[in-house]
């Protein structure tokens, strides 16, 4: 049996408008990204009004460009897969009812997938795919969320623990803030830091004892502790060195306690802190088992991951009634 499947993937949970066609879960016919990162800077964080209106204005022509550069007619589909949540509800309802339009115009089933297992799915388009065997440790950091899963098949989730409080991302865009770089902080920090000397500041490390929780929101009071010492100008890359240190100490410790206890193959990082340098480094240098992260273009927001994930579903035989509604909350998959 040699069958192609070709999903048609859309990604409207925050601030990236994003359609991808993927083939077979793991080839990437077209990935198109239409991101609001500077629509949102002037405000210092995602305005959800904002960003709604602008998934309306953008979402016909990016999915047109994501159908165009695959060379494919919506006839030539399979399957319409959508993110259905997590993320911002007038944001997700508008990726929503394309791909309903879409399913319903030209009678083709749908799919609506959860953002963090579409972020779990990013590494069957980052590594060869007959290559991954389970069980496997993902570690989702992103702007929302910090999680550690033990995947041990297609569909199979055990939630090993998550952060108590701020998402790493959410930590690195509020010290951002703080020392004054530009809007999404986690990039900016990342730059900063490889000017910096990350054992200026001793900043605290969460290592919670029990269990894989996570939390920052004590690193990022103590950071901003810090900043109202100086009266003068502020020691942007130390500070930024320091505090990105103290994150990816607590991540990476944790990951390997995990990845020891569980016996795992390989350790995925997905979500767009995984494309932090400081945090790949330190992965590879310290765990005793293969490291596998995206491409930058795949740790962040994107539809590619979607569909990958869809795929999966899509060949158990999963379809979803026309009216599944979004799900804003979703923290659940399994
Ligand atoms: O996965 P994503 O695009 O959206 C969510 O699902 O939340 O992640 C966005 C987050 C932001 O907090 C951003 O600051 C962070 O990923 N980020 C980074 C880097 N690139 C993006 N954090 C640290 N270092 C980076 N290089
Ligand atoms: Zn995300």
């Known amino acids: 049996m040699n069958q192609t499947t070709r999903i048609l993937a859309i990604e409207t949970s925050c601030d990236e408008t994003a359609a991808a066609v993927i083939e077979n879960g793991t080839t990437i016919l077209s990935n198109v990204i239409a991101s609001q990162v ?89 590594r060869p795919s007959d290559e991954i065997e389970f069980p496997i440790l993902t570690l989702v950091v992103s702007g929302g969320h910090t999680e550690l899963y033990l995947m041990t098949d297609h569909g199979r989730y055990q939630h090993l623990g998550g952060t108590l409080d701020d998402a790493a991302g959410e930590a690195f865009d509020k010290v ?22 990350p054992e200026a500041f001793q900043f605290p490390r969460a290592v919670l004892e029990d269990g894989f929780n996570f939390s920052f929101s004590g690193l990022k009071t103590a950071v901003l502790r810090e900043t109202q010492k100086f009266k003068g100008q502020l020691p942007v890359n130390d500070l930024a060195a320091s505090f990105q240190a103290a994150v990816v100490d607590v991540l990476v410790t944790k990951t390997e306690r995990a990845a020891a206890e569980y016996g795992v193959t390989a350790v995925h990082l997905a979500g767009g802190v995984s494309a932090n340098s400081a945090l790949r480094q330190a992965m590879r240098e310290r765990l005793s088992v293969p490291v596998w992260y995206p491409p930058p273009i795949l740790c962040t927001d994107n539809a590619a991951m979607i569909g990958a994930a869809a795929y999966w579903h899509y060949q158990n035989g999963r379809r979803d009634p026309l009216d599944i509604d979004v799900n804003p909350s979703a923290d659940n998959f399994w």
């Open 176 to 197: 951002g803030r703080v020392l004054g770089l530009p809007f999404p902080g986690g990039p900016a920090i990342d730059k900063a830091a490889k000017l910096g000397n």
């Open 38 to 126: 500077d629509l949102h800077a002037q405000y210092g964080g995602v305005f959800p009004e904002v960003a709604s209106r602008r998934h309306i204005e953008v979402i016909h022509p990016v999915v047109t460009q994501a159908m165009n550069e695959a060379h494919l007619g919506f006839d030539d589909l399979d399957c319409l897969a959508v993110t259905q949540g997590p993320g911002l509800v007038g944001s997700l309802l508008v990726g929503m009812n394309m791909a309903k339009g879409i399913a319903l115009g030209r009678n083709k089933p749908l799919l609506g997938i959860n953002h963090i297992e579409g972020h779990i799915y990013s590494l069957w388009l980052s």
